[in-house]
DNA sequence: TTGTAAGCGTTATCAC
DNA sequence: GTGATAACGCTTACAA
């Protein structure tokens, strides 16, 4: 059906060797032979299969990207990150999303395994946080034998490359303004206390409350998990049901962001007004929807264009010693952080 | 590095043949042969090489997906539904992001070619829209050789399956919903008429006014591109500066809605109140930010299966007649269809 | 029921 | 500078 590089080289009067080399761009080839092969290559719609090529050379130039939200904005704009290295480096991008679904995220690792991608850049799903699953998939990456880069959420313990976030710090800093907001009680709806970005956001809380002198009080630690529905169940029924509302709260992702606000906006409260938050990472669409709400921000389309990046420097240089990015976080005041 | 094929073989004393058979479910193996490979394949941990199957079978179980604007929350939802189908069928989703760029578009055919995929999945960039890029587009997927559904936006006079959208009857709802809101001005703000899908929006539009006998006056039809600045442009000037304002408003895709109430909202202005206004398409967070807006929905979820589907079919059945998927348009209210 | 061998479209190693 | 030829890891007649 296509045409092979025999048909360029019959075509061209040279043999497939020259064609190939003029290909690649490797060996010497005559400016005449060079010529007829990519006059070939041009009548003929030419391009060289990568499946032969990756067969032929033991490597292919393709890398896996496994992400486990879609839905969510801040995955969405990593993609776009990573797609543009892709598209510029001319490799291919082969595409999971795992739905946070750790039985999933096993399937597509088999399937990654089976395209002997050059590199795999991964993003855990969430249930991989007891000891033991995380040391399943531990070794299943291993068993990869691939340079991988883990992005955003950590595996602790692992060998490979990361591009995280400074989530303590993240957690510090969005506590850190409601203290100075004026607040006298903060409550913080944590993620899924399974996974260490949660438990790293809510000690910098701590670390904050801490330094101000401010008692920790349990009843302001709502336990979440990372979901718009359970943040805004646990909004929904603390604002009903409960008189121990505080002052100021955290939000710990973006979509718990959602839930909460999702919540509030149904009873009239007015953030900055009824109740001051700070949330982490940036909800889509705010700036659009003229919606009050300070949060951390981080630079997502960068975080995925370094985790490409690294990918392919590791790729490279297979001896580097481990790599570590970590985005800074950035404090964007729209005004909620003070109550009243 | 990884293990071959050949390593089960010698691991299981039998031949490669046996293994294949074994692996693909053909012809006649022992029970005693099939669990000795079986065993040496789970303790290997081997996955065969899809670069060799593809190759030996001349054939990939892989398909290549082209979408011009991720950070658009339809293509967000559309490849969900593509990526859930490829999943459990056990294919390989190969992906990239075209950004609306026919340059970059163009690369990325090169790239799906040279992969040799079983089939493609394209919504075109929005420059083809003249004849002679529309002609040039045909040409090279033509070139392609290749199972193709174009979907959301149609190349007008191709071959392809396609899974569309009831374009005409969206424009036709909306601006019936404001018709019957009480709107006696009705105003849209267009998409790129370039474009097949913005002419027939609009086309509807124009039908619901004559239908009811209301004047279509031409400072009421705003040109717009289907991006949220230019909309958010036009909705702006017009407030500051016009009295032209007309009760109702119909926005031709979420794109320009959100640019659309990005001006109002910072002018206070509210939707079914100080105007009514209608959208093509749903705005992510709609819900969650409790957001009055009324618009036309359809299921892109499902058209990204459906999609899916429909290419799997074709690659089964290539002789089949050219497959038309048209999703429905359904109103959806939430109130501002009417003004006051 | 099993193994041998040719072939898939490349690259790479050699002679020439 | 160039062209055979082996090799990559698999599938698939065909032979046994």
Same mark, same amino acid.
């Given at each position: 059906?296509?045409?092979? &590089?025999?048909? &360029?080289?019959?075509?061209?009067?040279?043999?497939?060797?020259?064609?190939?080399?003029?290909?690649?761009?490797?060996?010497?080839?005559?400016?005449?032979?060079?010529?007829?092969? @990519?006059?070939?290559?041009?009548?003929?719609?030419?391009?060289?299969? *990568?499946?032969?090529?990756?067969?032929?050379?033991?490597?292919?130039?393709?890398?896996?990207?496994?992400?486990?939200?879609?839905?969510?904005?801040?995955?969405?704009?990593?993609?776009?990150?990573?797609?543009?290295?892709?598209?510029?480096?001319?490799?291919?991008?082969?595409? =999971? !999303?795992?739905?946070?679904?750790?039985? $999933?995220?096993?399937? *597509?690792?088999?399937?990654?395994?089976?395209?002997?991608?050059?590199? #795999?850049?991964?993003?855990?799903?969430?249930?991989?946080?007891? $000891?033991?699953?995380?040391?399943? %998939?531990?070794?299943?990456?291993?068993?990869?034998?691939?340079?991988?880069?883990?992005?955003?959420?950590?595996?602790?313990?692992?060998?490979?490359?990361?591009?995280?976030?400074?989530? /303590?710090?993240?957690?510090? %800093?969005?506590?850190?303004? #409601?203290?100075?907001?004026?607040?006298?009680?903060?409550?913080?709806?944590?993620?899924?206390?399974?996974?260490? &970005?949660?438990?790293?956001?809510?000690?910098?809380?701590?670390?904050?409350? $801490?330094?101000?002198?401010?008692?920790? !009080?349990?009843?302001?630690?709502?336990?979440?998990?990372?979901?718009?529905?359970? *943040?805004?169940?646990?909004?929904?029924?603390? /604002?009903?049901?409960?008189?121990?509302?505080?002052?100021?709260?955290?939000?710990?992702?973006?979509?718990?962001?959602?839930?909460?606000?999702?919540?509030? #906006?149904?009873?009239?409260?007015? *953030?900055?007004?009824? /109740?001051?938050?700070?949330?982490?990472?940036? &909800?889509?669409?705010?700036?659009?929807?003229?919606?009050?709400? =300070?949060?951390? @921000?981080?630079?997502?389309?960068?975080?995925? $264009?370094?985790?490409?990046?690294?990918?392919?420097?590791?790729?490279?240089?297979?001896?580097?010693?481990?790599?570590?990015?970590?985005?800074?976080?950035?404090?964007?005041?729209?005004?909620?952080?003070?109550?009243?």
């Amino acid at each position: 059906m296509d045409f092979t &590089i025999i048909d &360029i080289a019959n075509k061209a009067k040279v043999s497939k060797s020259t064609v190939s080399r003029v290909l690649n761009n490797s060996g010497y080839v005559s400016e005449k032979a060079r010529e007829k092969v @990519n006059k070939a290559v041009k009548e003929l719609n030419y391009v060289p299969s *990568a499946m032969a090529q990756g067969l032929s050379k033991k490597t292919s130039n393709t890398v896996g990207v496994l992400i486990p939200e879609l839905q969510n904005y801040f995955f969405t704009e990593l993609l776009q990150g990573l797609s543009e290295v892709v598209d510029n480096k001319g490799m291919t991008l082969i595409f =999971s !999303d795992t739905a946070n679904d750790p039985i $999933k995220q096993e399937k *597509a690792l088999l399937m990654i395994k089976g395209q002997r991608v050059k590199g #795999l850049i991964l993003t855990p799903a969430n249930e991989y946080s007891s $000891k033991k699953q995380n040391l399943e %998939l531990i070794k299943s990456l291993k068993a990869l034998h691939l340079p991988i880069v883990i992005v955003d959420r950590e595996i602790p313990d692992s060998p490979w490359d990361t591009v995280l976030f400074e989530n /303590f710090n993240a957690g510090y %800093l969005a506590t850190k303004a #409601l203290i100075k907001g004026g607040n006298k009680t903060i409550g913080i709806i944590t993620g899924d206390m399974n996974l260490k &970005i949660a438990r790293e956001r809510y000690d910098g809380y701590l670390c904050a409350m $801490k330094e101000h002198n401010i008692e920790i !009080d349990k009843k302001y630690i709502f336990n979440g998990d990372f979901t718009a529905n359970t *943040a805004y169940e646990i909004t929904k029924n603390l /604002f009903e049901n409960s008189s121990n509302v505080p002052d100021g709260f955290v939000t710990c992702n973006n979509q718990s962001s959602i839930g909460f606000l999702r919540a509030t #906006l149904e009873k009239n409260l007015k *953030a900055g007004k009824d /109740f001051a938050v700070v949330g982490i990472d940036k &909800i889509n669409l705010i700036k659009e929807f003229n919606i009050p709400f =300070s949060y951390i @921000n981080r630079d997502t389309y960068l975080m995925g $264009k370094k985790a490409m990046e690294i990918l392919i420097d590791r790729s490279e240089n297979p001896t580097k010693e481990k790599m570590e990015c970590i985005m800074p976080a950035k404090f964007v005041s729209l005004g909620t952080e003070k109550k009243k």
